[in-house]
């Protein structure tokens, strides 16, 4: 257990539906990273927050946002679904921006249909 | 940008070892990382390389040549649970300097442990 907790565990929507996932960083965590993976892709970077403030965007759909909340947590949330979204999103977190090691949540597998 | 090449898919035999690839093309480095992920579970970190040579832990080592865009995870003494994605990954500073980096992944190698 890595001590990262994401909800839900699993999400099943439809096409051009919107939905939150939801991320908690290990304590005493600022920093929270975003990733999709899916079968064709692989482990893709989407963004991180550090202590509430965007500090890095990767490759993140603009139908994509997220936001870091002052107690810490993390909200991915992806609009108008296509079926191509279908993925697992993995929440991370780490001491600090500049921390080398990230601890991965379980992950949200989102079915989109 | 970067770009990671590893071998999709590998066998070996329990007890054995195992040699894992990784070459990259970075427009920029701050140290590469070795991951494990088991089927539908987190990645878990195994190690970071950031200078040239050789990280030891335990049953894994990690290799790094930086002027060659060239790494390796070696796993000795092979057990079944050993078989999972490996999953090599870059990291650079970000683009904006905002003192912070990303994360770049490689597709991963999965790695089967036959008896």
């Known amino acids: 257990d890595s001590g990262v907790t994401q909800t839900p565990k699993h ?33 893709q970077f989407l963004i991180q927050y550090y202590n509430g403030e965007e500090r ?6 603009e139908r994509f946002s997220a936001q870091q909340f002052p107690d810490l947590h993390s909200e991915l949330n992806l609009s108008s679904l296509e079926l191509g979204d279908s993925a697992l ?16 949540g379980p992950g949200t597998r989102l079915t989109v249909t | 940008g970067q770009n990671i090449d590893q071998p999709t898919e590998m066998t070996a035999t329990e007890g054995a070892i195992v040699q894992i690839n990784c070459t990259y093309q970075t427009s ?12 539908g579970e987190a990645p878990t970190f195994l190690s970071y390389n950031v ?17 060659k865009g060239y790494s390796y995870l070696l796993l ?4 079944m649970k050993d078989s999972a994605s490996y999953l090599c990954a870059v990291r650079d500073p970000d683009a904006a ?16 442990v036959i008896p």
Request: aromatic share 16%; net charge positive.
């Open chain 1, 11 to 43: 999400l099943i929507t439809a096409t051009g539906q919107r939905v939150t996932l939801r991320c908690s960083p290990r304590s005493g965590d600022l920093s929270v990273y975003w990733y999709q993976q899916s079968l064709d892709q692989g482990l």
């Open chain 1, 56 to 61: 890095a965007k990767g490759n993140i759909l």
């Open chain 1, 89 to 104: 999103y993995f929440c991370a977190s780490s001491v600090s921006g500049l921390s080398y090691e990230q601890y991965f």
């Open chain 2, 28 to 39: 920029g480095f701050n140290g590469l990382f070795w991951y494990q992920q088991h089927a």
């Open chain 2, 51 to 67: 200078l040239d040579g050789l990280e030891e832990k335990g049953r894994f080592s990690s290799f790094l040549s930086r002027s």
């Open chain 2, 76 to 79: 000795k003494e092979l057990q």
């Open chain 2, 97 to 112: 300097g905002a003192g912070s980096y990303q994360l770049t992944f490689g597709k991963g190698t999965k790695l089967s």
